[in-house]
């Protein structure tokens, strides 16, 4: 942030506003700024939501499987799951046969699986169809601030505190984006910390805030400015002295999305004030040797995810912890000539926690009335969205999806 004009920092004060994360890593710049998000208050006893993103276009029928459907048996040939593999919901269904733990979480009545969610007029890119998922509206960026901005600015105005929205990972969604709630974005807890070791900077930054002394939009933006690195550093002590003395009930993978998913259990018992967690697990997109990689996809998903969920089980916090999964799109009928399948339509979303009314919801689609090779949505996927944002945190989704959609019996 050396050589800052008033300019500058105009347009650093904008980015915050959307969304900040600090990094122990990057001493020299000391701050680092990024675009996507949100944030607001808390009250005693949260419940809180968990948004888990399955990037890459997760393919939903080899997720849940219809192995019981002559169309899939015929169209599959190196991504077929057997019958005889899947972990059977009913005589049509079954769950991926790495999804163990899930299953179990499913015959708890724990976990909804709301199919074939999508949306009217699909669209087949990984980023534009993402745009549509984050804000909830066709239109995409174009449309304004994320969907979980846009419920901070629902539920709470103006008022803010800096854990409200929490995301875990590399970059933070558009979903979280917001002008006045900005969220907290890390990869790890321990690299969430505010530096200020370059003397530099700080002198820059204090020249540069006596530059707009003089101007009344100047010092707002500048006493904002002030505000949210203030918010910065306190969140940075409290998030890591989460993380540093949780003690898991159970047993993560070593992975990046396991360590993101303990993180996420530790801020949840922490009881700072968090109300939505943001988490990603990439790597769906596999247009060749599919079934390999979708396969250790599932895997991880199971062993992260079905971690998260035992450890948080009978907790007095995990018990206001509700779990959404998504993809941005699922994958068409047919293979296509490498062993994969190309970006399709449809898929099945994810509902768990202790709370969730559990089995199937919506309605699987037609294996043979498809449009151009795909299957056609039965659920617009912005019913989970309302659902949840009516029913479990208690906001008229109306205001945040500028519609009612009807509402799914999964809380």
Sequence with gaps: MSQLDRRQVLAGASAVFGCFSLSASDARTGLRLFLPATGPAGDPTPRTLVVLQLSGGNDGLSTVVPYGDDVYNRSRTATRIDGKDVLRIDGYRGLHPELKKLKSVYDQGQLAIVEGCGYP?????????????HTAQARGRSAGEGWIGKLCDAAYGKESTAEFVVHIGASAPYSVYSVSHPAIAFATPEGYRWVSTDRDDLKAYRASSEKSEGSHDGRAVLDRLRGVLAEAQESSIKIRRAAAGYKPKAEYPQDEFGNSLRAAAAVIDARIGTRVLSIEL????????????????????????????????GTSAGDHVVVVAFSEFGRRVKENGSGGTDHGVAAPMFVAGTKVHGGLHGKHPSMTDLKDGDLVHTTDFRSVYGTLIDEWLGVDSSKVLDARYPRLAIV
């Design 282 to 313: 990439g790597g769906f997109d596999s247009h060749n040797n599919q079934r390999n990689q979708h396969d250790d996809r599932m895997r991880r998903l199971d062993a992260g995810l079905g971690a998260f969920l035992e450890d948080l089980r």
């Design 121 to 133: 007029e699909p669209i087949r890119s990984h980023f534009r169809s993402m745009e549509v998922w």
